[in-house]
């Protein structure tokens, strides 16, 4: 069992140390925020980051209502079930 463990960390490894050094994402992502958001003055950066905030917490909230919709259809389908069988 550990063998077979050991297998699986070893090839994750390996294809996270090729991915590392073929897409170099954070130096991508270290570049654009040095290039595009570090010039924006302070103001516009606390602006944007509150209205990132309520999209987030109003998209979490929207996700969180249709779940909670689907829970209740699958819940009623699943006692009509029970009850005809």
Do not use: C, H, R
């Amino acid at each position: 069992m550990d063998g077979i463990l050991q297998f699986f960390t070893d090839i994750i490894g390996s294809l996270d140390g090729w991915l590392e050094s073929t897409l170099q994402f954070d130096n991508t992502l270290l570049g654009l925020y040095n290039d595009y958001i570090a010039p924006i003055p302070e103001l516009f950066k606390l602006v944007g980051t509150v209205f990132l905030g309520i999209i987030f917490v109003l998209g979490t909230a929207s996700f969180v209502k249709k779940m909670l919709k689907l829970f209740l259809v699958l819940a009623v389908i699943i006692i009509i079930v029970m009850a005809v069988s």
